[in-house]
């Protein structure tokens, strides 16, 4: 039996979204620039798609910028306030998603300095922390709302305050946190928020980037000047109608009983476990443990061939041998950062899937174990 266990990485399709992808793409098929009625018909659903965005996310449609993704709303956030700046620092967090901290890498040059400001052993970032890094140098702010490895939520609209009272640029990527906790574009008072359709059971492959009424934006790719200028492309019709029918659809927080008898039956079977921001604020369909003395690879191998489809460490970088960044940040050594799994629970998960995970990590543990000559608990 196949079981899908890994709804941080992404979240299995929607009927809802697939039937608006589908109808999209058969009954709009122009180009929306196109100005006869098949264009004005794809059109439509972009226009219409951004207004269900923006007042999903409580901004204006005239905000909503549709990307690729994630990636593409932090880079294009990223590239537009440091393309240009020749000095300065930029302070964010350490547990930032790649797809800020490789930009910001990249961008640094000689300009700028980056700071990256560690959370506490919990996986959360104070506040104070970050205020503290902030000087009057400071010329951008990137704080993720969600953790994406451990479902940490952060506190963001302390460090927005601040922000803005001073007038710092401040990006949120916001891409875990849609349709897991409360988020609200104009009460954050933000510069920038990415979000991402795929985490919440839309298509893949789209995206948008909400930006402040004012802010210049700076085109990566330019083109036809589509998205007012400000990212050129032919609008994915089809993922944008995907993505506005998908919000809404799943409401994670309903999963926090499964995870809490997952969390617990585990702690009961396997005593030396360490759950992960257990005593934060994290979203409800996610668990991040460390089992000590396996590795987290290759469990999560053991789990596959037994039908579970769950992460080790980030999701966005397995298939790579390195420690999760998260939990480096968070002072954990890579020997035991690498003994890490997530499991993120999502639609179609029930509590058998939660005892039949147990059941295959307890199995997978002992057969680990015992290949490795351990005397089993
Ligand atoms: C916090 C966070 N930011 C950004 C991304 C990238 O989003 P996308 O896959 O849409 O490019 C992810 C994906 O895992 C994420 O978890």
């Not at 933000?190 to 985490?199: E, G, R, V």
């Not at 998960?349 to 997978?364: G, I």
């Amino acid at each position: 039996m196949k079981r899908y266990l890994d709804c941080n990485a992404t979240c299995p399709p929607v009927q809802a979204a697939l039937e608006a992808v589908a109808k999209a793409a058969l009954e709009a098929p122009g180009n929306p620039s196109s100005l006869h009625w098949a264009g004005r018909a794809a059109r439509r659903i972009v226009d219409d798609g951004r207004d269900q965005l923006a007042a999903f996310v409580g901004c204006e449609s005239g905000s909503v910028v549709f990307t690729s993704g994630g990636t593409e709303a932090n880079n294009i956030a990223i590239h537009s306030v440091l393309a240009s700046l020749q000095s300065g620092s930029v302070v964010c967090t350490a547990i930032e998603h790649p797809a800020v901290l490789k930009p910001l890498s990249q961008l640094k040059g000689d300009c700028f300095e980056i700071i990256q400001v560690r959370p506490n052993s919990d996986g959360m970032v104070s506040a104070e922390s970050m205020i503290a890094a902030i000087t009057d140098d400071t010329r951008l702010v990137c704080m993720m709302m969600v953790n994406n490895e451990s479902g940490a939520i952060q506190p963001v609209q302390e460090v927005a305050a601040f922000c803005r009272a001073r007038g710092i640029t401040m990006l949120v990527d916001a891409v875990q946190a849609l349709g897991k906790s409360s988020l609200n574009f104009q009460q954050l008072d933000i510069d920038f928020m990415s979000l991402s359709a795929h985490k919440i059971g839309g298509p893949k492959g789209v995206g948008a980037l909400l930006v402040r009424r004012g802010m210049k934006l700076h085109e990566l790719t330019p083109g036809g000047g589509q998205e007012r200028k400000r990212r050129s492309g032919t609008e994915n019709v089809p993922g944008i109608a995907g993505f506005a029918a998908a919000l809404g659809q799943i409401d994670f927080t309903t999963f926090a009983p499964i995870r809490d008898s997952f969390e617990q039956q585990l702690k009961n079977q396997i005593p030396t476990v360490r759950i992960i921001s257990e005593q934060t604020a994290r979203t409800a369909n996610t668990s991040l443990f460390i089992l000590p003395g396996m590795d987290g690879e290759t469990l999560l191998m053991q789990l596959d061939l037994a039908g579970f489809a769950v992460a080790s460490g980030s999701a966005c970088s397995s298939g790579k041998r390195e420690a999760s960044h998260v939990l480096l940040a968070m002072g954990v050594n890579d020997a035991t950062a690498r003994s890490s799994v997530r499991v993120s629970f999502g639609p179609g998960n029930t509590m058998d899937d939660a005892d039949a995970l147990v059941k295959a990590l307890v199995k997978s543990r002992q057969r680990l174990r015992g290949m490795a000559g351990l005397v089993t608990e």
